[in-house]
């Protein structure tokens, strides 16, 4: 059975940093492509960033460019969000996602093959 666990989301002010963290199992971690997606209250589910299987092709929604980086560890089947410079329109449920094939585009939620639960994240003074 497929898992992925999100957690390090929380209630943070206007330009403070988290770093959210994905751990999958019951997949080949090592062979799946990894993206974040978010889910702000009223909105629909919206691409953040995806990661390639072997972490040397990144690919980032506008919004987030420049202030959210993703990254992997293989060995610990790990997916990161980091974010920084964090905004009030930030605010949202943030899930991890896998799917067999990369493209350096922004996913569509159809793409995915495997989701997690969400952690939240609020940005607010």
């Known amino acids: 059975q497929v898992q992925l666990v999100e957690s390090g989301g929380g209630l943070v002010q206007p330009g403070d940093s988290l770093r959210l963290s994905c751990v999958a199992s019951?997949?080949?971690?090592?062979?799946?492509?990894m993206g974040w997606f978010r889910q702000a209250p009223g909105k629909e589910r919206e691409f953040v960033a995806n990661?390639?299987?072997?972490?040397?092709?990144?690919y980032y929604a506008d919004a987030v460019q420049g202030r959210f980086t993703i990254s992997r560890d293989n060995a610990q089947n790990t997916l990161y969000l980091q974010m920084n410079t964090l905004k009030p329109e930030d605010t949202a449920v943030y899930y991890c996602?896998?799917?067999?094939?990369?493209?350096?585009?922004?996913?569509?939620?159809?793409?995915?093959?495997?989701w997690g639960k969400g952690t939240l994240v609020a940005v607010s003074s």
């Open positions: 019951g997949l080949s971690f090592r062979t799946n492509a």
């Open positions: 996602a896998a799917r067999t094939v990369y493209y350096p585009v922004a996913w569509n939620t159809g793409d995915m093959n495997y």
């Open positions: 990661m390639h299987e072997t972490g040397v092709r990144k």
